[in-house]
């Protein structure tokens, strides 16, 4: 399910719209929609959390919701660059809706410093994300 399409698009949020993807930034916690076909590479890594410094500072406390509601393929790489220049995100949740997406889950904690925690539901990761703060 999409942000969109749920009732917690009522919630307050920023909604940033960039070629790659949709990205709603609320008060605590970021969810990502990426496009279908996109490869999340390095440079729309950096694009994505130079606009997340600006809307949130540069805490440590932030939680991103990676929503996969489209097939998209990933840098691995992206993200331990992402740890080392940033160290915005204290933890990931990611939205898997299929067994592929379970798998692709599985390699991800490979490369991430970070907890990452698996959902099934957008509304299990939102109300994970909301007890966090």
Known sequence: MKIEDSIH???EHEEIILPFG???FFKNFAVSELKEGVHF???KVKILADIMVNHYGA???LTYISNRV???SIEPQSWLKFDKKYQLIKRTGIIAYDNKGGISVV???L???GNIKKFRSLKKAIEWALLQD
């Open 111 to 113: 490369f991430s410093k």
């Open 107 to 109: 390699l991800e904690r």
């Open 9 to 11: 698009i009522n919630l």
């Open 70 to 72: 489209n097939s998209y």
């Open 41 to 43: 590479d390095w440079n």
């Open 22 to 24: 949709k990205f709603y």
């Open 59 to 61: 805490i440590n406390n």
